[in-house]
């Protein structure tokens, strides 16, 4: 069995530091993931980048436009990235979010076939409307009439271990990473459970979280599972990125 992981960036967002990490100082330019996973069963994404909208209208995302500057130009929404590899976006099987915030949804229009695999906190969360509007969801992101597949925990999409959902409650009600078993390594893509190696190893948290204390729970688990050999590619770290998004790692 071949598992294949073609990590695309969908945007780049700049902000100060401050918004991300409690406390410090400067401003950063972060990616915006995405990661095409090839099963032999079927095709995921795991997380999808920018609504496309954003190349042109920076205050699509309302008031968090005040600290977001957006870098995202025509051709690097995730159609057009897998559209780049020859694959057609209508033919992906299966989008994972980790968690319903504008970064990692936006893209999910491009996908009009694909399964929804989500935590079921995460779903209920961003549809209550006191939560939404506390926490800066927007259902015309997610709520796009996707077939839905709600889980609770930890999940196997294939039953083989090879692209198994992990539940990282924390940064939101429900989010969750995704374990990814290739060849010769396994892979954990954490999202915004931990942005980057600085949180990692200096458990330096963001000024807003849904639970705090689970956070860090997580982070520890991240550290034993680092040990252990598994490599993490982190939320948002651009050290992990370089020129127009190509991960440093090579995956292959």
Same mark, same amino acid.
């Given at each position: 069995?071949?598992?294949?992981?073609?990590?695309?960036?969908?945007?780049?967002?700049?902000?100060?530091?401050?918004?991300?990490?409690?406390?410090?100082?400067?401003?950063?330019?972060?990616?915006? $993931?995405?990661?095409?996973?090839?099963?032999?069963?079927? #095709?995921?994404? @795991? +997380?999808? *980048?920018?609504?496309?909208? =954003?190349?042109?209208?920076?205050?699509?995302?309302?008031?968090?436009?005040?600290?977001?500057?957006?870098?995202?130009?025509?051709?690097?929404?995730?159609?057009?990235?897998?559209?780049?590899?020859?694959?057609?976006?209508?033919?992906?099987?299966?989008?994972?979010?980790?968690?319903?915030?504008?970064?990692?949804?936006?893209?999910?229009?491009?996908?009009?076939?694909?399964?929804?695999?989500?935590?079921?906190?995460?779903?209920?969360?961003?549809?209550? $409307?006191?939560?939404?509007?506390?926490?800066?969801?927007? #259902?015309?992101? @997610? +709520?796009? *009439?996707?077939?839905?597949? =709600?889980?609770?925990?930890?999940?196997?999409?294939?039953?083989?271990?090879?692209?198994?959902?992990?539940?990282?409650?924390?940064?939101?009600?429900?989010?969750?990473?995704?374990?990814?078993?290739?060849?010769?390594?396994?892979?954990?893509?954490?999202?915004?459970?931990?942005?980057?190696?600085?949180?990692?190893?200096?458990?330096?948290?963001?000024?807003?979280?849904?639970?705090?204390?689970?956070?860090?729970?997580?982070?520890?688990?991240?550290?034993?599972?680092?040990?252990?050999?598994?490599?993490?590619?982190?939320?948002?770290?651009?050290?992990?990125?370089?020129?127009?998004?190509?991960?440093?790692?090579?995956?292959?």
């Amino acid at each position: 069995m071949t598992v294949r992981i073609m990590p695309m960036v969908c945007g780049w967002l700049e902000t100060e530091l401050r918004s991300l990490l409690a406390k410090q100082p400067g401003r950063i330019k972060i990616p915006i $993931p995405s990661f095409l996973i090839e099963h032999p069963k079927g #095709r995921v994404i @795991f +997380d999808t *980048g920018l609504h496309r909208e =954003l190349q042109t209208s920076p205050t699509r995302i309302g008031e968090l436009a005040k600290f977001f500057q957006v870098h995202y130009l025509p051709g690097q929404e995730l159609g057009a990235r897998l559209r780049s590899h020859q694959i057609d976006p209508e033919r992906i099987d299966f989008v994972i979010n980790s968690h319903l915030h504008f970064d990692h949804v936006g893209g999910n229009i491009e996908l009009p076939n694909a399964k929804l695999i989500l935590q079921r906190r995460e779903w209920e969360a961003a549809r209550d $409307p006191e939560i939404a509007q506390r926490n800066g969801y927007n #259902r015309a992101d @997610f +709520d796009l *009439g996707h077939q839905l597949q =709600l889980i609770d925990g930890e999940y196997d999409l294939f039953g083989d271990g090879s692209i198994v959902c992990i539940p990282t409650y924390g940064h939101t009600a429900g989010h969750q990473s995704l374990r990814v078993r290739l060849a010769d390594r396994e892979l954990l893509l954490t999202a915004d459970s931990c942005y980057m190696r600085k949180v990692l190893e200096e458990m330096i948290l963001p000024p807003f979280a849904h639970d705090f204390d689970s956070m860090r729970r997580v982070i520890e688990r991240f550290r034993s599972m680092e040990r252990s050999g598994v490599q993490l590619i982190f939320g948002h770290d651009p050290a992990q990125w370089k020129g127009e998004g190509t991960l440093t790692a090579n995956l292959q």
